[in-house]
């Protein structure tokens, strides 16, 4: 009995890894979220922007402008990124440094969304982003 125990958990684990593809997978598709998100702030698709956001992002961002997303976004003030310089992966959360950007991401179901945008490091103390979650 003790056996099948260590079979099942052997089986489970195998099966976390392997979702998880690897990390420049994971690396690569953080990116590719980034660059269509940022995209469509260049081709002035909100509605494809707002989709990228991660949903407590989203609403962040609704409340603290009080206008839908849509309207919302287009006003934030978000730099026009560049293209990407490193990508870093941690477990379900990425950070994107983009030429003129820094972009956070975080890991859902349906791929990456966007944590926070516009963000600028500051000297010992958090990034400054002009959009995030609450």
Known sequence: MR????????????????????LAAREDAAAAAAARFTASLRTSD??????ALAPGTRDE???SAEQPCARALPEAGLPAAGPVRTVDVY???ARVVAERDTLFLSSFPGGWKVTAAGCVPRAERPYRCLVKGG
Request: aromatic share 0%; charged share 10%; proline share 3%.
């Open 61 to 63: 961002l609704e409340q």
């Open 91 to 93: 477990g379900g959360q």
């Open 3 to 22: 056996g099948s125990g260590a079979v099942v958990l052997t089986g489970v684990l195998l099966s976390t890894l392997a979702g998880c593809g690897s």
């Open 46 to 51: 909100p509605e494809r922007g707002c989709a």
